[in-house]
Nanobody, 123 residues
Framework: QLQASGGGLVQPGGSLRLSCAAS????????VGWFRQAPGKEREWVSC???????????HYADSVKGRFTISRDNAENTVYLQMNSLKPEDTAVYYC???????????????WGQGTQLTVSS
């Protein structure tokens, strides 16, 4: 079971860190992705980090967040983080974390989802 948290209200240019904590399973065995959905829009892939045993052990980012967002793991905490810097109003959305066997930009690749956390970027 995944639990996403850390959302809130932040001013443009600000920073925030989202957390995706797992219970009942070891998150390191899975690729973990972040998706977001803004009102009236389709769910959008944001970032993904490969599972620990993956040969590439890579981190992947959508072009819209590359250079501003950083995904990372804390295996001791069984948590994946999404550090978001230089936030823009267009980053406003509900953010979801999801776990699956591989990193992929399509949500169908992920079979376990957190409940979502709201990020609002506004002055």
């Amino acid at each position: 079971q995944l639990q996403a948290s850390g959302g809130g209200l932040v001013q443009p240019g600000g920073s925030l860190r989202l957390s995706c904590a797992a219970s009942g399973s070891t998150l390191g065995y899975y690729a973990v992705g972040w998706f977001r959905q803004a009102p009236g829009k389709e769910r959008e892939w944001v970032s993904c980090i490969s599972r620990i045993s993956s040969s590439d052990r890579e981190k992947h980012y959508a072009d819209s967040v590359k250079g501003r967002f950083t995904i990372s793991r804390d295996n001791a905490e069984n948590t994946v983080y999404l550090q978001m810097n230089s936030l823009k109003p267009e980053d406003t959305a509900v953010y979801y974390c999801a776990a699956g066997p591989i990193c992929y930009t399509d949500s169908v690749a992920f079979n376990s989802w957190g409940q979502g956390t709201q990020l609002t970027v506004s002055s």
